[in-house]
């Protein structure tokens, strides 16, 4: 049975007439066991077989071992099946479609099947996802995940049908998507796993995709908890701003919340495996006489309807300007990691339409923040895009004949943080 925990780290003075409180809370969960244990998981691998797969050969070769190897992973009883996709979805695994039982020999006819996939036609996303939402909804299942590989762009559907298929999908299945080379788009596929509670990334060498393949399939089953909930609850004229998951990677939750009463919310956060996720809450409370205490939220986590761990956010109202100009060091931080991610973006998005001076500022900024929050990889991807002079003022250059690869790897790894240190 797993256990919960949540902590709380925050400055709760305020200064008078101060409204805005602002807490990270940090979840953790261990002994979930594996997919399935508290009822049956469902996997789709969903790999693109559209014509430009053949270029390199070495691409489909890499798509054929890596679909066998996430295969291999498959926990037994598990329902499965392998998509195939360019302008349509074919079903790779079963031939006669659905989805089956993992089983010794289950396996192995699908890793033979996926070893016969052959490139051809364009690219149609939208009609993969849908796929997954049929063949998800035939089973019982009480957690869903799919692993997406493409290397394009969707290019052979309808303007529209991507993001329709992807609204339908919400809220149904959790969804890692990957791109192989340098032809597909990233704030496409980060659009898709950011509305699927996943994960996006780069594989810029075809001979990786197998390793990568076997480490997103082993992370799915070991999810042994099929859903979790954020509720938090707010008083009576407060106002919750945001909630964001910032460890380990950066997940605006705030558009995605239900109401479960007048004061209380929750947000998703998909299923768990043994682990710890941090998240940022900001709520604006009215502001109380100097010297009032408030609790500004409660934060509870929900498992199959019943709270398994909870903290609470207060707010202090002080004119004691040591206590409320402190910034707690765990929200400092992840303010950071999440304003760099948006310089990063920002950055690239400016120069790809050729504004050079607003990408070196924003660029810039990436790189003092980088520092400022010991983000040695973001540092290590930036310096691949641009001169870092000097890091501590933001100055940097861009480089010239930079690789679109690694402008790609900038790009996907921004949302990623470091943890803070405490």
Known sequence: MATWTAEVFENEYLAADATDVHAIVSVGCTGAGAAGQSGDAAEVIIVDTSGSMSQPHAKIAAVRKAAAEAVGDIVDGTWFAVVAGNHKAMSAFPPRGGMVRATEITRSQAEEAVRHLEPSGGTA?????????????????????????????????APGDLHAAVQAATGLFQCDCRGVGADWDVNELRGISSALLGSVDIIAEPEKMAEDFRQMMQASMARGVADAKLRIWAPQGAEVLFVRQVAPAIEDLTSRSTSVSALVREFPTGSWSDESRDYHVAVRVPAKPLGSEQLAARVQLIVAGEVVAQGLVRATWSD???????INPAVAHYTGQAELADAIQEGLAAKAAGDDT????????????AAETGDEEATNKLKRVVDIADADTGTVRLKRDVSKLDEMALDTSSTKTTRVKR
């Open 358 to 369: 607003t990408a070196t500022l924003k660029l810039g900024r990436a790189a003092k923040l």
């Open 125 to 157: 996303i939208g009609s993969w996802l849908r796929a997954a939402i049929a063949l998800f909804g035939s089973v019982e299942a009480a957690q869903s995940h799919a692993i997406l590989l493409t290397d394009g762009r969707n290019e052979t559907e």
């Open 320 to 326: 004691d300007s040591t206590l409320t100009t402190r």
